[in-house]
């Protein structure tokens, strides 16, 4: 049933959806589409004996609709961001930015905006795994009181292209090849790698997506960005360019590489589940949104073009101003209306915003709404999940297949003999276009500065921590080691002498390629703020919503179990029990649990964190236990915290099998060393060692 109950119910959208809903309502009879009510639908209608099983009936109308029904239940999966997921919430601003738009939904602090969001990730389809090397998107619908305004944005802050001709080739060259449909749900094959060694802009992008970026620990734990510059138009009509970022309360977390690739078959909607049980739980995750302001004036005073989405605008020039706060509070009641349906354009944006000459937003404002047509027809914009929450008309857009409103009215035109349905003046809302002085010639090129394409890639990768380095250079080795045309794999290894000399002797070497001695451009070592995401730690740490499991078998210490158990509870994580067998595990002192799971049905790779509580169970059980002895050696691998307490300290030291780990002696309360926690005594201190609060 809906997941709704700890949801808040008070936001207009979820009100506004409400006429288009029904209970699941046991008692009401099953009936056609068309209202008849059904005596059998387990049956065909069909010429019959009792010795025989005659022909089924063409006139049969209830197994008719009931297969054609099936028949057409599948849509076209989005182009690109198939596979996704989303959920409701609110906007609420902590700051004006009236010095700079017009916009409601940026100005009024009193407001409460409701929202959708949807994550999802770029290349796979729609069943495809949610833990995959990949792009995150970041799609936001606000639904003002002035009309939708949707942020159709990544987690990452820039992109592979500049314009947005180059996109049909883009994504062919990333999404399955078309001979044999492979590779599903990653870019580690030929023709990625040809196209991002054939377009030097992709450069920067390329390294953000070989970071620990692309592989998210949740959706709840990455960052959103806009990418795409817009302008905000204050009153006095002057324009700011602008950028939008959400940053996490949670902080920005990533799996390991070797995670990613278990968890995706593992568990492929790991993700979803992830966000749509914090949802349920009533942990509802929090965004600060932030805005990068560039007054008109000022386009032209960087190195860079700030028009082009391959760029960052650096933060020590361009500041974040966060002035707003997105939550995450209601899971949806039905995927395939709300979350599969929900359309997003760049183009929705409300009065006191505007667009920009960014060439790749002008393409994006083309192709969104041109895509929702094919993939729902052009009645789209009616369907619950997407129609505006404020007053709306139009006597013109009206007719297409499956319209739904009813318009009353004997005229379908502008202007009419009774001037029904007429424009708004500025003064009461009406959008009007920032009045652009445009002077120039058509061509076909961008400006100048467009054709860098090194500098930023070089400061993002010279501004991350040792360990960020490693597994990039870890994830460029994957991805070419699975290419298997040396034309590609060879050249693309040198390429990355654009970036790192040193990075691109490690890759050549691992995948292949001629070990270049030379830098394709010299990298001065220039760094910057925000581009790590270890500088994105939540203020205060915390394990709310971590999963954390506790492995116990026959014979377990029942005191440190619960103690553990009850402090993790009131602490916010979610604790699985995961033991020997399902029917149940008997304690020392013969209380019985029944786990959540048993050894062989969960993995270490689905858990945050493991506790063992000591007792019996370890001499028992666990030591004779290859997936337990597994578990703590992965975990350990993962370099996730493993705790355990008496009898399990000799036996997690065991599996770890590193003379460094410092093990707490027995009498010694407690000791932490490479993430492992161990101690004699205590429990619940076990849980401060580093500080992690509620
Ligand atoms: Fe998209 N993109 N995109 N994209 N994109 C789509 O629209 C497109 C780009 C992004 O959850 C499609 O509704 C072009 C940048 C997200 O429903 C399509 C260009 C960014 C989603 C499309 C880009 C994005 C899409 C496919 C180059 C980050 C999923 C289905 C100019 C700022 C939205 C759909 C959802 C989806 C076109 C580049 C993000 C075909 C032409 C840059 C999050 O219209």
New binding site residues.
């Given amino acids: 049933m809906a997941s709704t109950a700890n949801s808040k119910t008070e936001d207009g959208k979820f009100a506004d959806m409400q006429k288009d809903t029904v209970e699941l309502n046991g008692k009401q009879h099953m009936t056609t589409d068309y209202g008849i009510k059904i005596s059998d639908p387990d049956h065909s209608l069909r010429v019959a004996s009792d010795k025989s099983t005659g022909p089924a009936l063409l006139e049969d109308q209830i197994a008719r609709e009931k297969i054609m029904r099936f028949d057409h239940e599948r849509i076209p999966e ?4 198939a596979r ?1 997921t ?1 959920a409701f919430g609110t906007f609420k601003l902590f700051e004006s930015a009236e010095d700079v738009t017009t916009a409601g939904v940026l100005t009024d602090t009193t407001r409460t905006t409701p929202l959708f969001l ?1 994550f ?1 990730t770029v290349q796979g389809s729609k069943g495809s795994a949610d833990t995959v090397r990949d792009v995150r ?3 936001v619908k606000m639904y003002t009181s002035e009309g939708n305004w949707d942020i ?3 987690n990452i802050p820039v ?1 592979f ?1 500049q314009d ?1 001709v180059k ?1 049909p080739d883009f994504v062919h060259s990333v999404k399955p090849e078309p001979h044999n449909e492979v590779p599903q749900g990653q870019s580690a094959h030929n023709n990625f790698w040809d196209f991002v060694y054939l377009h030097s802009e992709t450069t920067h992008m390329n390294y953000w997506q070989m970071s620990d970026r692309a592989i998210p620990r949740s959706y709840r734990m990455m960052q959103g ?4 510059t817009y302008s905000l138009v204050n009153k006095e009509g002057k324009r700011h360019f602008v950028k939008f970022h959400f940053t996490p309360e949670l902080g920005v977390h990533s799996l390991v590489w070797d995670e990613a690739l278990k968890i995706a078959g593992q568990d492929p909607d790991f993700h979803r589940k992830d966000l749509m049980s914090a949802i349920d739980a009533g942990h509802f995750p929090k965004w600060k949104f932030g805005l990068q302001l560039i007054p008109e004036e000022k386009l032209d005073d960087f190195e860079f073009d700030p028009l082009d ?1 391959t760029k960052v605008w650096p933060e020590e020039q361009v500041p974040i101003r966060y002035i707003g706060e997105l939550e995450l509070n209601r899971n949806v009641d039905e995927f395939f209306p709300q979350t599969e349906q ?3 354009c760049t183009s929705h944006i409300v009065p006191g915003i505007d667009f920009s000459n960014d060439p ?1 937003l002008q ?2 404002n083309f ?2 709404f ?3 047509i094919s ?1 729902l027809g052009a009645n789209w914009e009616e369907l619950p999940v997407n129609r505006p929450v404020c007053p709306y008309m139009s006597l013109v857009n009206r007719d297409g297949a499956s319209r739904h409103r009813i318009t009353k009215g004997t005229v379908n035109y502008w202007p009419n003999r009774y001037e029904a349905n007429p424009p708004a003046t500025p003064a009461q809302g009406g959008f009007t276009s920032y009045p652009e002085k445009q002077n120039g010639i058509k061509t076909r090129a961008l400006s100048e500065k467009f054709k860098e394409h090194y500098n930023q890639a070089q400061v993002f990768y010279n501004s991350l921590s040792q360990i960020e380095k490693m597994h990039l250079a870890k994830a460029f080795s994957f991805e070419l080691d699975h290419c298997d045309d040396p034309v590609v794999y060879k050249r693309m290894s040198e390429r990355v002498a654009a970036v790192s000399l040193e990075l691109a002797q490690q890759v050549a070497k691992n995948v292949g390629g001629d070990t270049p001695t030379k830098a394709l451009k010299q990298n001065k070592g220039q760094k910057a703020k925000g581009l790590s995401q270890l500088e994105y730690m939540p203020k205060k740490p915390t394990i709310a919503t971590r999963r954390i499991a506790i492995l116990i078998a026959d014979g377990f210490d029942y005191s440190s179990f619960m103690t553990m158990k009850e402090n993790l509870e009131a602490r916010g994580a979610f604790v699985f029990t995961i033991g020997a067998q399902r029917q149940g595990v008997v304690a020392e002192t013969g209380q019985k649990v029944v786990p959540d799971n048993f050894f062989s049905g969960m993995r270490s790779t689905l858990f945050d964190a493991t506790f063992v509580p000591g007792g019996k169970h370890i001499a028992n059980a666990l030591v004779k236990n290859g997936v337990a002895k597994f578990w703590i050696t992965e975990s350990f691998a993962h370099l996730k915290p493993v705790a355990g307490v008496n009898e399990a300290v000799p036996f997690i030291a065991k599996q770890i099998g590193l003379d460094e780990v410092k093990t707490a002696q027995s009498g010694s309360l407690l000791t932490e060393s490479y993430g492992v926690v161990t101690g004699h005594g205590d429990v619940a201190a076990m849980l401060d060692v580093r500080n992690i609060g509620p």
Avoid: E, P
């Fill in positions: 989005r182009v690109v961001h996704g989303g949807r999802s998107g970041f799609a159709v944005g990544n992109f292209i947005a996109f960005f806009g990418v795409n989405a929900a359309a997003f790749l393409g994006r192709s969104y041109d895509t929702q993939r």
